[in-house]
Structures are given as structure tokens and as C-alpha cells.
């Protein structure tokens, strides 16, 4: 008996192997051709966690954490194709800061009068500065 179930396993496996499986798009590639609109949905407001409701609605089945991991990985791609124009999906955009100083006359800010915004607080809920320790070599 055993050998005739392991005959017909042979024989469903070699002919699954002469045709390719029934696959539709993976949710990566659905991911990657709709990351501009997904940007443009970042742009206004709305979190990985709406997207991922988003998604959820339409029947697509990923957690949470795999599609945060399909948005970073379709963002390097762009970036690595050199799309930057909102247009086609900005992925990178340039570092935020805080500063109530005024620009000298060349129009640039000293390193210690710009602050880069961090995640990271000290205790006293200062936020971190750069490597720059002075001013001289600005």
C-alpha cells in the first residue's frame, strides 16, 4: 500500500513539475508599482498602520511588519533607480530641523545653531547634536 501512495505522489510531482504554478501578482510587486501612492498617502497623514488597513480591505493577507519591511525595500529600490520627484514617488526627503536662528551673511546656519531632529531625548529633553563640538569649522 505504501508504495502505491508513494507512486502516485511520484506521479502528481512530476507532472506539477512540467507547468508552472497558478500564482497571481505577489504582494511585493503590488507593493513596489503602487509605492507612489502609497508616499502620497504617507505625505497626508497616514500612518503604516492605516495603510496596512488599507491593504487588509482588499483581501490582501500580510502583517503589519511584513508590509513596513515592502515599503522600505521598494524604497531603497527607487531610490537605487533614482526616482526622487514626488511625481514618481519620493523616497527620501532631506533631514528636518528646529532653529530660531538667523542665517549669517552667506546665508548659512553655524552646526551648533542647527539642531537635527532625533528620535533620541537626553533626560532632560534636549534633543542631540550632530559631531560638531564648535563653530570654527563653519
Keep these: 500500500m505504501a508504495k502505491d501512495s508513494t507512486a502516485e505522489l511520484r506521479s502528481l510531482l512530476r507532472s506539477a513539475a512540467r507547468k508552472p504554478p497558478a500564482r497571481g501578482e505577489s504582494l511585493y510587486s503590488k507593493v513596489r508599482s503602487l509605492y507612489p501612492e502609497i508616499i502620497a498617502l504617507k505625505k497626508n497623514g497616514y500612518t503604516d498602520s492605516e495603510i496596512h488597513e488599507l491593504f487588509l480591505s482588499k483581501g490582501e493577507k500580510a502583517s503589519l511588519g511584513t508590509l513596513r519591511q515592502y515599503f522600505q525595500r521598494a524604497a531603497k529600490e527607487w531610490a537605487n533607480e533614482g526616482r526622487t520627484d514626488v511625481s514618481q514617488g519620493a523616497t527620501a526627503l532631506p533631514p528636518k530641523t528646529h532653529t530660531s536662528a538667523k542665517p549669517n551673511a552667506s546665508g548659512a546656519l553655524k552646526p551648533s545653531q542647527t539642531?537635527?531632529?532625533?528620535?533620541?531625548?537626553?533626560?532632560?529633553?534636549?534633543?542631540?547634536?550632530?559631531?560638531?563640538?564648535?563653530?570654527?569649522?563653519?
Design 115 to 138: 539642531i537635527m531632529q532625533s528620535s533620541v531625548k537626553s533626560s532632560d529633553g534636549r534633543r542631540g547634536l550632530g559631531h560638531r563640538l564648535n563653530d570654527d569649522d563653519a
